[in-house]
């Protein structure tokens, strides 16, 4: 069975930084995604960040700013955001690839509240 488990939200005044991270509970299966997502009230869901073999990519909105990373031995992804806006308030949740017996698998964590006040 595999779980996602997330920390790291919160509040955090403009200008400020968190640091997401996202725990990967898996039994024999291969991690071999990692993302995070987020969503603001009466949005829909946006690609934030994510991490592959081929490296890692972002949102437009985010670049420069946030960071992916992953340790493998941890089995955990971290989202480290830099220069936190307004805009940057949003239900945030961690996402993963997980490869099966015979075929990939998506997962999600529940979500990490980040609240930036101006």
């Known amino acids: 069975q595999v779980r996602l488990v997330e920390s790291g939200g919160g509040l955090v005044q403009a200008g400020g930084s968190l640091r997401l991270s996202c725990a990967v509970s898996v039994n024999i299966f291969t991690i071999t995604a990692m993302g995070w997502y987020r969503q603001a009230p009466g949005k829909e869901r946006e690609l934030v960040a994510t991490?592959?073999?081929?490296?890692?990519t972002y949102a437009n909105s985010v670049k420069g700013r946030f960071t992916i990373s992953r340790d493998n031995a941890k089995n955990t992804a971290y989202l480290q955001m830099n220069t936190l806006k307004p805009e940057d308030t949003a239900v945030y949740y961690c996402h993963a690839t997980i490869r099966g017996l015979l075929d990939l698998r998506d997962y999600w964590g529940q979500g990490t509240q980040v609240t930036v006040s101006s």
């Open positions: 991490i592959t073999r081929a490296g890692p």
